[in-house]
């Protein structure tokens, strides 16, 4: 344990004080808050209603009450404030009181020529005020409050943070890989590698040691992923078992990329080349049919992409998770047999 402990202190310093290992452990957190604008607000999924709610034209606050039950209501306080808004960016309706003609007015932000179609303002009051005076009026519409079974499947969750989250651990996975690959590299450039072989420390203890940071950095912003993106009511302890099982692919990669490479040149563009794997994984997994997505199941990517996905929208039971995971590592585990005299050459 003590040289378990030796070691990480080890990968951490070299990592903190190369400028690509510091870029790799900082960057993702740009990248989540940057995915975390793109998520849809109440402003953009709602409709956008500036309404007059000062003087002769103001509209009463039981109409406004009615109005905010399905839109964004902005208040202004006259009828030119109202269309500077409209004249703005965005889609937005105006709504003021007409006093001479004793009527609403709903502005449109742009109205086609002939356009003779109600607006949302013009529709919620039509609605208010057959409810208020013709109670016992036949119906022209119904609404029903259960979901349609056709779209019963679908998640209420937004697909920016569903599909957002899973590439983004998907990405630290690799990020991880780089992370023990580059710290591979760096060791037999400077000759490190050297020096160990005559430590206490065993060649098992080195690569564990090597392994505890991406793991760290990967369990750390998987939460911090799912906070910012709104996803933290989900099953964390199956986010965490499919993090712990992308860390098979994360050991494969790392060592290949250290096997591989001879300078960070070298494992930088190799790291590059296996990026398209996640790439093809992620566009197999979102693009392709159903029939047709047997053709990226060789890839460990994949089924952590699929797994994730489907916790994040609540759809994964335990029995998937497992197999899913299992069947990660090992696709990890065969790739590994499969090149391991290139990659124990290349380490040793």
Known sequence: MRQLTQMFKFDLKSNMSNFMGAY???????????????????DSTAATIAV??????????????????????KAYDSIKDMEQKLRGAGSAEGLYWDQENEQYVSVLERNIKK????????????????EKYYPDRAKTNTFVSDVPEEISHRSEISPVATMGGSIFILFMSFIGAFIIGLGIV?????????????S????????????ILPLLVMAFYTIIALLILGLIHVNILQVYVLVIASF???????????????????AIGIG?????L????????????????????WTPFYWIYNALESVFIQTASWGDVIWKGGLVIVICLAYFMLLKKQITKGLS
């Open 52 to 73: 007059v709610t000062e003087g002769p034209h103001a509209v009463k606050q039981e109409v406004i009450d009615e109005l905010e039950k399905f839109a964004n209501v």
């Open 278 to 297: 996640l790439m093809l994984s992620v566009l197999g997994g979102t693009l392709l049919p159903d029939k047709w997505q047997w053709v990226v199941y």
């Open 115 to 130: 356009n003779t179609a109600f607006s949302s303002g013009a529709r919620v009051i039509r609605q208010y005020y057959v």
């Open 24 to 42: 790799m452990i900082i960057v993702p957190m740009i990248m989540i808050l940057i995915l975390r604008f793109f998520l849809p607000s109440m």
């Open 272 to 276: 590059k080349m296996l990026g398209m």
């Open 200 to 211: 206490p420390l065993t060649t098992t203890e080195y690569y564990v040691g090597r392994s």
């Open 186 to 198: 760096n060791d037999k450039e400077l000759g490190t590698n050297r020096a160990l072989q005559v």
């Open 248 to 266: 098979a692919i994360t050991l494969f990669f790392g060592l290949l990329i250290g096997a591989i490479g001879s300078n960070d040149n070298e």
